[in-house]
């Protein structure tokens, strides 16, 4: 049973456009909502996170939006680079585990 | 380099045998978890330690599978018997206690690859 799920396995975008991923989960009782970000022969790196009790979050080019009523998590970049081509997951965590999601491949094209 | 690291890198093994991994956590992370990522997935939970203290295993931890923190510090996953279905890349991760803030966060190793002939 998948709680948490990345419906579009992969995306292309521009360089300097907004890139934009999308999660969804099932589970109302996740606390934090991670994005990490993968690159080839390398394990995840932590990206950014929310809280259950924020709706936004934002670090630089990155910002993190958490809808709980639609169990909807998204992350945006901007402007995209090309170095942000990487595979990005979102987590969720509850309790001591953490749920991934399935990735999204960006590419961000120059 | 302070970062977590993981031993071997890659593994090929025949079916049937048993393999070792090892993991060394940052130093002062009390926090270590194993999970398993297999092609276009994302990396699935196998258990967790608080200190030495192996505190959960997910139910598709097969009885094949054991892993162990003796001393706090390092961890081994094993896995005995192995069958193709293991092939997979073998996360692990560590992060300091809290539940609060960013402390929830994980710091990954590069994972060790396994591939059973």
């Known amino acids: 049973d998948q709680q948490v799920k990345q419906n579009s396995p992969s995306l292309s975008v521009q360089e300097g456009r907004i890139s934009i991923l999308n999660c969804d989960y099932t589970?109302?009782?996740?606390?934090?909502f991670l994005w990490y970000k993968k690159y080839p022969a390398e394990g995840p790196t932590f990206l950014i996170s929310?809280?259950?009790?924020?709706d936004k979050n934002e670090d630089g080019r990155f910002t993190v939006f958490l809808n709980k009523s639609a169990k909807h998590l998204s992350l945006h970049i901007v402007p995209s680079q090309p170095g942000d081509s990487a595979v990005y997951f979102c987590?969720?965590?509850?309790?001591?585990?953490?749920?991934f999601g399935t990735g999204t491949s960006l590419t961000v094209i120059p | 380099d302070t970062g977590v690291s993981q031993d071997p890198r890659h593994k090929i093994t025949k079916r049937g045998q048993n393999v070792t991994f090892r993991c060394d956590p940052i130093?002062?992370?009390?926090?270590l978890y194993w999970y398993r990522q297999t092609l276009g997935q994302g990396p699935e939970f196998l258990t967790y330690?608080?200190?030495?203290?192996?505190?959960?295993k997910s139910r598709l931890l097969s009885d094949r599978f054991s892993a162990e923190r003796p001393k706090g510090s390092f961890s081994t996953l094993e896995i005995q018997r192995t069958e193709q279905g293991d092939s997979a890349m073998y996360l692990c991760?560590?992060?300091?206690?809290?539940?609060?803030?960013?402390?929830?966060?994980?710091?990954f190793g590069p994972g060790t690859r396994l591939t059973v002939l």
């Open positions: 929310i809280s259950s009790i924020k």
């Open positions: 330690f608080q200190n030495e203290a192996q505190l959960e």
């Open positions: 589970n109302s009782m996740f606390d934090y």
């Open positions: 987590a969720l965590y509850t309790g001591n585990q953490f749920y």
């Open positions: 130093s002062e992370h009390n926090r």
């Open positions: 991760a560590s992060s300091p206690q809290g539940l609060a803030g960013p402390d929830n966060e994980q710091f």
